[in-house]
């Protein structure tokens, strides 16, 4: 079965500060990967995703993804973090074989400074 | 337009009750997920329906759990005789069901359900 890690349940920064948050996946061949975020009192919703086209993906609100192969990973970067990105953000994985079924991270939670 | 709506929000229970949790999904999505978040876990599939069934059942941790949907709209997941263990938030999603590459999940606020 697929699964994924997200190192660091909360990653605090400073407003305007690089936002780094980061997924590897267990996978031998190469999966969908996603990244979903979840503001407050709001439901998951979709950041970007990788489809096996280009391998940086950029989303919304200035947010992208690379994915590295080699490393099994696919961390979530953005150049300067905004008092409105804080949020959970939950990395995931599509299972091999399935079309439909996505296997997510635990989250970790992003908290911008003043 | 309308998002995935859940009912209820929050949910109290004691040990041994029935409970029924709802979920509205987007009109015309034909894909409709439930998956369960325990506290400082990751989201746990439970199950998947296309339509009306239900081709994936595999994530329900036990017979006390069962879901139905209607309509090709409303879904309906059953605990019965809930334990302790069974407190967790509750979160359903749906899609327009052309596969996880093509349609991104749609999730609700979700059913926080505490057990005592």
């Known amino acids: 079965a697929q699964s994924v890690t997200q190192l660091g349940s909360h990653v605090s920064v400073s407003e305007g500060a690089l936002v780094l948050l980061r997924c590897n996946y267990s996978?031998?061949?190469?999966?969908?990967l996603f990244w979903y975020v979840q503001y407050p009192n709001q439901g998951l919703q979709l950041l970007l995703k990788y489809t096996s086209a280009a391998t940086l993906v950029k989303g919304i609100n200035g947010f992208e993804a690379e994915f590295k192969k080699s490393e099994t990973s696919f961390h979530l970067t953005k150049p300067s973090a905004h008092m409105s990105d804080a949020a959970e953000y939950f990395c995931?994985?599509?299972?091999?074989?399935?079309?439909?079924?996505?296997?997510f991270g635990k989250g970790t939670l992003l908290t911008v400074n003043p | 337009g309308a998002g995935v709506s859940q009912s209820p929000s929050n949910k109290v229970t004691e040990k041994g009750k029935d409970v029924e949790l709802r979920c509205d999904p987007i009109?015309?999505?034909?894909?409709l997920y439930w998956y369960r978040q325990r506290l400082g876990q990751g989201l746990e599939f439970l199950i998947y329906?296309?339509?009306?069934?239900?081709?994936?059942k595999s994530g329900l941790p036990s017979d006390r759990f069962s879901a139905e949907r209607t309509g090709e709209s409303v879904s309906t997941l059953t605990i019965q005789r809930t334990q302790q263990e069974d407190s967790a938030v509750y979160l359903c999603?749906?899609?327009?069901?052309?596969?996880?590459?093509?349609?991104?999940?749609?999730f609700g606020n979700g059913t926080r359900l505490t057990v005592t």
């Open positions: 999603a749906s899609s327009l069901g052309q596969g996880v590459k093509n349609s991104p999940l749609h």
């Open positions: 995931a994985v599509s299972d091999m074989g399935s079309n439909y079924k996505l296997t």
């Open positions: 329906f296309q339509g009306n069934s239900a081709p994936d």
């Open positions: 009109s015309g999505h034909t894909a």
């Open positions: 996978s031998s061949v190469p999966p969908y």
